[in-house]
């Protein structure tokens, strides 16, 4: 750095020592954590590795029971919390370029308007990005590692998907590749090393915002080292929706064999307990974060999100291991905040969505939401405990399915347009995977009404109440006015944007 640069520098350090008004202004600015954890589910288990988060965050904050993301799969999901839009809003439909995932149109209508862009522009944050960004981030096809989204102070992005060694890192657009030794490049870790370096080097006179997101505990689910003898004797959960037969849903469930094959059982066991290793790391990086922010002084002025892209299944319906499918272990996570003015060791059982972190954050800045075109509501009010707040008691879950052109070669018998085809000709998704559904939560009912897009037209309804692993469709049997209202509010928020989304329920009062 030249001396000019350094006189600048400290010229400018001293007028904001000089200024203490407005650094008073800035310092009582909260700052922001968000920790995105990669194919974590809640309703298998996914938290219960995680000691030291829930020791940490969870304990020290509010536990959200109903955290739901409004599609299954991450490129869809992540961007549904950047842009704090629904799927249909915000045009990322898949993991494909094709699909809109980081392509270049992405880039040009969505990732200008993303909260955190909001945050550096117009609420003056740092802005602090590491790991996973969206699936296809440095195809060349749309810039290379050589794009930085607008609103990233620092940037430390991913190439493509998650992997915990042998990547390529994105750093302020410069490639950096990493290889297979341990202490320096295992990513979940490197992620936290950065993380660290930011919290110390960082300007103390702005407030920040950090997003930390770990391919953990995506596959190839490699664990670190000391922890892959952790778990031994765990297994997936055998509960009542496990390895039975999908009956009564659509085709592309009724298609896995039940049982399943004594393989497969073992496949998915085995990646269940290595997806708990992969975590452990993850835990390792929030002490060291709250410890780092404990002793900068800044603990107690920042509020910590701690989330997950989408959940995951294992062995559910006779499917081995994916995401996509319209059920709650699909499409609920975990959510923890803790943060300024949040009591300790609360639980809320408000219906929740990701596309409400991004009003939450810049509600917590001070930005106007008004002056936003997101579909989410800020989740303020419930973090402070106002129990006036009227909320929303139904979301929108939408999905459109992947599938080859031709036949997967692992499953040629069932012809063309499926894809993540399992050995023993089990796919977990088609091109007609493709639905659409209303998942309600009032004091009078918790439902869920579905329908694909495809030629049967096919319905799933699910009474959670009384059948909370959603084994028997009730599509058949349920009242018809219910159906039909269920239908018309579906249709009401397929078309819904901002405001329009937030309108009440078919079950709220009045």
């Given at each position: ?11 400018l350090a ?16 909260p ?12 309703c ?7 000691k030291k ?11 959200f ?17 950047l ?9 990322v ?5 094709e ?17 955190p ?28 590692v ?15 998907n ?13 490639a ?11 990513l979940?870790?490197?992620?936290a ?24 505990p ?16 765990v ?31 073992q ?9 708990w ?7 390792d990086l ?5 410890k780092?922010?404990?002793l900068?002084?800044?603990l ?13 299944h ?5 499917l ?9 272990f699909?499409i609920k ?9 949040i ?13 409400d ?6 509600d917590i ?10 579909d989410g509501m ?6 402070k ?9 139904d979301f ?10 031709g036949?997967?070669p692992t ?7 499926v ?28 439902l869920?009404y ?10 799933e ?11 028997n ?8 006015e ?14 819904c ?14």
């Open positions: 750095m030249s001396p000019a640069m350094v006189a600048r520098g400290l010229a001293a007028l904001l020592v000089l200024s203490p008004a407005g650094a008073a202004r800035q310092a009582r600015r700052n922001v954590v968000l920790i995105l954890t990669d194919d974590q589910d809640v298998l288990g996914g938290m219960t590795p995680l988060t829930n020791a940490l965050i969870a304990q020290m904050g509010i536990t029971l109903n955290a739901y993301v409004p599609s299954a799969l991450c490129c869809p999901s992540r961007a549904s919390i842009t704090g839009k629904y799927p249909h809003n915000h045009h439909v898949n993991n494909t370029l699909g809109n995932c980081s392509s270049k149109l992405w880039q040009k209508i969505q990732e200008p308007y993303t909260f862009a909001l945050l550096k522009t117009m609420c003056g944050y740092q802005t602090f990005f590491a790991g996973k960004y969206l699936n296809e981030y440095g195809a060349e096809d749309a810039g290379g050589g794009h930085v989204p607008p609103g990233w102070s620092f940037w430390y992005a991913l190439e493509k998650s992997k915990y060694y042998n990547y390529t890192l994105s750093v302020n657009g410069k950096r590749r990493h290889g297979e030794n341990y202490s320096v490049d295992y979940t870790d490197v992620l090393n950065m993380s660290l370096d930011f919290l110390e080097y960082k300007s103390n006179f702005e407030p920040f915002f950090m997003m930390i997101s770990t391919p953990a995506h596959s190839p689910w490699t664990a670190a080292p000391q922890y892959t003898k952790s778990f031994q004797n297994s997936a959960p055998r509960n009542s929706n496990f390895n039975i037969h999908g009956k009564n849903k659509h085709w592309l469930i009724r298609q896995a064999k039940t049982p399943m094959t004594n393989s497969s059982i496949f998915l066991d085995d990646a269940y307990r290595k997806r290793q992969t975590l452990l790391s993850v835990d929030i002490e060291k974060l709250v780092k922010l404990e900068n002084g800044e107690d002025n920042t509020y910590i999100f701690y989330t997950s892209d989408n959940g995951f294992t062995g559910q319906f006779s081995p291991i994916d995401k996509r499918q319209l059920y709650e699909d996570v975990p959510l923890l905040v803790r943060g300024p003015g009591k300790p060791n609360q639980t809320n059982k408000m219906l929740v969505a990701n596309i972190l991004g009003p939450t954050i810049l800045a001070g930005y106007d939401l008004n002056k936003t075109q997101m800020s989740l303020l009010p419930l973090l405990g106002d129990k006036n707040v009227t909320w929303r008691s929108l879950v939408e999905y459109q399915g992947e599938g080859y052109n036949s997967d499953c040629p018998g069932l012809g063309p347009g894809t993540h085809c399992f050995p023993d000709c089990v796919c977990e998704d088609s091109y007609n995977n493709t639905y659409a559904c209303v998942r309600t939560l009032s004091t009078t009912w918790d869920q579905c329908e694909f897009d495809d030629r049967e037209v096919f319905v309804v699910y009474n959670l109440t009384a059948d909370p692993h959603q084994i469709n009730i599509a058949k049997t349920i009242d018809q219910i159906l039909e209202k269920m239908n018309y509010r579906l249709m009401m928020l397929q078309s944007s901002g405001a329009t989304c937030r309108t009440p329920g078919v079950f709220d009062p009045g």
